[in-house]
């Protein structure tokens, strides 16, 4: 157990430094004239500049050292915890993610916890109904729920519930009622991943021979899919749960500039359009990093969850 | 997967027994059937579902509309009329009038062009790149396997949408950089189930006995590993198609896609956000044709894996 804990953990770092090293060099490396496109971003001309003002400017920004030096010289500042300076809004990135971060976090929590009591809801509802009609149009609603865009979602239940029954309001980040609407918009792709693993789950448990036992010791329907269907068909929910972070977190920046909410998600969307380099290599690597710290997590759960896995070798 | 042969027709038999032997037809008893012929077997149940033809046609539909938009509509998608801006949906105006008086229901046909593009250059880069990286690393196994695993692991852990911002940052806005994109973000999972499918068919009794027979690697590879290897990976196509085709909505819904007055679905749906109360159809139409579009992908994608098990 000691040994498989150091092995994952060493992988989760270096999944983490892969992520940071990769993003490093689509952003400095991939553009023609990173000089540009950093002067454009905090307000300048290139063209306007003499050769001594862009020297200058190339080595206030580091970039006048080599390659290998300036991406050294960038990961010993993130681990540090030193993000580098927003070009555009000039502060420095780490400060704007600690402002920003905890109307995601609430966000992204929320939306993860409804998603989840939706998607299992449905699929339990599914496993339940006996009437075939309802039961294959409930087996299709998941394939819906992904294919529906989340910015389309969003303004479909803008229209519906802010502006015309006014139970919301469309926009904004104060306050719980504000949180309603994107909470929901973001869950449901989510939920739809949800419903419809578990709906293949119930299919599978079904046949099993517990569940016979169960009906013949005299359980009700319900009763046999909640303690014995539920239960084991829900495992393979967890490893989803890990692998969906990366979705919510792709949702949040569409959900946040529908609804004009101060997140991070807004944050890239802002920074993508200014060409912010710095503010956009500290927002993929901290949500990289989000990702693999979920997962690791979810891989150390599922020994409790389930006695039946062991990290251990086994005897083959 | 069972392989129905067809039987020689019956009246067919009494014909040649009457005349003499010699006749043409009879002594061809069995051929084998066109690649026409198979593929119209292997549909045909499929299109009785009333479900599947119906997603059939919206995908047809959207696909004449990307390769010759002016037989589905008579207006053009640039002409403004003032007079008439943000009008209802009516009969002549099917989806209404957007804040300049376009006809929306042209610019979503038009627009179709520009969406499907991307979406199909998004699916051939993940594609391509997908198919290298799986059959490399599934058949150079060891090291090289281990290494671009890794690579692979790495760009699962970004989430799509940020690593196509992060590259949209550095290439620059337009449809070919989001189309490059959300293609590199998809790539991952190709890699991934090519691989496996190659690790599978690898070690099956036919690779071994053409290796037997002589063919070098590369003819194996051609002709026996990747022709098995495709049905999975065209699935993911298709069903990634239907991906693609949201995800780059989504980039051009945040403003990285083309400059207007070009429009794809994502600029659309952006557009009308601003007259929301006013004309909620100005976005929300566009967005339906979307949803059916992506829908129907996902319902031929899904129907044909089920039919293949």
């Known amino acids: 157990m000691k040994g498989y804990l150091a092995g994952r953990l060493a992988q989760a770092v270096l999944v983490l430094w892969g992520a940071y090293t990769l993003t490093y060099f689509i952003l400095y490396l991939l553009p023609g004239d990173t000089l540009a496109i950093m002067l454009s971003a905090s307000g300048m001309e290139a063209d306007g500049l003499s050769a001594q003002e862009l020297a200058q400017a190339r080595a206030f920004y580091g970039l006048d050292k080599g390659v290998f030096e300036q991406y050294f010289a960038l990961l010993w500042g993130a681990l540090q915890g030193d993000l580098g300076q927003s070009l555009s809004l000039g502060r ?18 929320t939306a993860i916890g409804l998603s989840l009591l939706a998607g299992v809801g449905l699929a339990y509802l599914t ?56 909470a929901i918009t973001l869950a449901i792709p989510s939920a739809a991943v949800y419903a419809q693993v578990l709906q293949r789950g119930f299919q599978g448990v079904w046949q099993e021979p517990y569940i016979a036992t169960a009906f013949a010791k005299g359980l009700s329907r319900a009763q046999v899919q ?23 977190v792709s949702g949040a920046v569409l959900v946040e500039t529908i609804f004009s909410r101060n997140g991070v998600g807004r944050l890239a969307q802002e920074a993508v359009l200014r060409q912010d380099i710095p503010v956009v290599l500290a927002i993929v690597a901290v949500s990289a990093a989000a990702f693999v710290v979920v997962n690791l997590i979810v891989d150390l759960l599922y020994p409790y969850l389930d006695p039946r896995i062991t990290h251990t070798a086994k005897v083959s | ?28 008893p069995w051929q084998r059937r066109t690649r026409l012929q198979r593929a119209v077997q292997a549909l045909a149940p499929l299109l009785r579902k009333p479900g599947f033809s119906l997603a059939l046609l919206v995908v047809l539909f959207a696909l004449l509309a990307a390769l010759v938009p002016q037989v589905l509509t008579g207006f053009d998608p640039y002409a403004t009329s003032p007079a008439d801006k943000l009008v209802a949906p009516n009969a002549v105006h099917w989806f209404g009038t957007d804040e300049l008086g376009r006809d929306l229901y042209t610019r979503v046909v038009y627009g179709a062009r520009l969406s499907i593009l ?42 799509g949408l940020l690593l196509a911002l992060a590259i949209v940052t550095a290439i620059g806005f337009g449809t070919v950089p989001v189309a490059v994109a959300v293609g590199v973000g998809i790539l991952p999972g190709f890699a991934r189930t090519t691989r496996g499918e190659v690790l599978r068919i690898k070690t099956l009794p036919y690779v071994e006995a053409a290796r037997l027979g002589g063919a070098s690697w590369v003819r194996t590879l051609w002709r026996h590993v990747l022709p098995n290897a495709w049905g999975p990976v065209a699935v993911l196509a298709t069903l990634d198609f239907g991906a693609a085709i949201l995800a780059t909505a989504g980039l051009s819904f945040l403003g990285f896609g083309a400059a207007p007055p070009a429009a794809e679905w994502g600029t659309l749906i952006a557009n009308g956000r601003h007259f929301l109360i006013t004309a909620p159809w100005v976005s929300l139409l566009p967005g339906l044709f979307l949803v059916a579009v992506v829908f129907s992908l996902n319902h031929l994608a899904r129907s044909a894996e089920e039919h293949a098990r």
């Open chain 1, 92 to 109: 420095p990135v780490t400060a704007l993610l600690a402002e920003r971060l905890p109307q995601t976090l609430a966000l992204a929590g």
């Open chain 1, 127 to 182: 496993a339940y109904v006996q009437w075939r009609p309802l039961k294959a149009a409930l087996a299709r609603l998941p394939s819906l729920g992904f294919s529906v865009p989340v910015f389309w979602m969003g303004l479909l239940l803008i229209q519906v519930f802010a502006f015309g029954l006014g139970w919301f309001p469309a926009t904004g980040s104060q306050g719980t009622a504000s949180l309603v609407l994107p």
């Open chain 1, 226 to 248: 909640a303690r014995h269907g539920l239960r084991n068909a829900a495992l393979p929910l967890l490893t989803l749960v890990g692998l969906q972070v990366g979705n919510t």
């Open chain 2, 1 to 28: 997967m069972t392989v129905d042969i067809p039987l020689p027709p019956i009246e067919a038999v009494p014909a040649t027994q009457g005349r003499t032997r010699h006749a043409g037809r009879a002594a061809t």
């Open chain 2, 118 to 159: 991307a979406a199909l250059l998004a699916v051939a880069i993940a594609l391509v790149g997908g198919l290298g990286l799986g059959v490399l690393a599934g058949f150079a196994g060891g090291r090289t396997d281990a290494l671009l695993m890794r690579l692979v692991d790495v760009l699962l852990a970004l989430p």
